[in-house]
């Protein structure tokens, strides 16, 4: 990814402390997003290492990566794949799994979304633990497409989520 | 809107009886996302009607108008502004509330998201009574920006979502 552009764009993150709960710093992207020239940098810094990727589609995971996702994939001139929660998607899914710190949550995607052939990006706006990027892995894995590569706007680094995601080529423009 | 591509975009959007529930024919649009001539035809033919009218961001309403208002925004070369559901956006909001079939819901928006001397296209894939489009509307004027126009990917005209929005620039691509 062009990281030469991760400084400045780190300047269009707000930290809100206590969201959603007491305790979390939460890395706020609505600044970003709503400037128009860090939000056309972030697409085209992150659409750059996959240009030639062959890349057919991006996945997109609900919610804040479908807002970073879909503007990717118009970079890229590709089409998108939605991956959402539970319930969401209303024809025949795939289901995959993953731990939070209490219980379990579920991601779909339809069964019709990718095939054998296709190599799909996976955008998310933050890797944490990695539960979810897994999932979605899986997901386009289900569907015998493949992962062509995880890519994210931002990495808490100190949760170590890229440890769940071994083998994977797995991105971030902007690291803490 | 260039809507000389809507016949040829009306074959991916798919018909799922009984979604959300019993009795509703739900439009997938999942089948036109993936596409992508058909998701970078859909941006292209959206966006080409406000190339020339001054339009400083997007707003998107949660979720599939972030899918299709990023893209749009990414076209237009501007930022984007997410209208969430109550409790999910982590800052200081404005919020405005609409009528359900029962009861009521509120969309809410950052405070600092725009302002006055802001032209604001609000984006949202269905139009069907118009009540959420006008609440988008309301935020964006409580910001003091101008809501320059609402643009939808399909009109569920029967409906009248249209009504909600008298003096509204309201253009819709697909029309049911």
Same mark, same amino acid.
């Given at each position: ?96 799994? /993953?731990?939070?710190? /209490? ?74």
């Amino acid at each position: 990814m062009n990281d030469e552009n991760a400084p400045y764009l780190k300047k269009f993150i707000r930290d809100v402390p206590d969201f959603p709960k007491k305790g979390i710093v939460f890395k706020d992207i609505t600044p970003l997003l709503k400037d128009r020239g860090a939000f056309n940098m972030m697409a085209e810094s992150i659409a750059v290492s996959y240009e030639d990727a062959g890349i057919t589609h991006v996945a997109v995971i609900e919610s804040r990566g479908f807002l970073l996702g879909s503007a990717i994939a118009s970079q890229l001139g590709v089409g998108v794949i939605p991956i959402r929660k539970k319930g969401k998607l209303p024809w025949k899914v795939h289901q995959a799994s /993953y731990e939070l710190e /209490y219980g379990t949550d579920v991601v779909e995607v339809h069964q019709d979304a990718a095939g054998p052939g296709d190599r799909v990006l996976i955008v998310d706006d933050v890797i944490a633990t990695g539960g979810t990027a897994k999932a979605a892995c899986e997901l386009i894995e289900k569907l015998g497409a493949k992962v062509a590569g995880v890519a994210l706007l931002i990495e808490l680094s100190f949760l170590k989520g890229r440890e769940k995601l071994p083998g994977r080529d797995v991105q971030a423009l902007i690291k803490y």
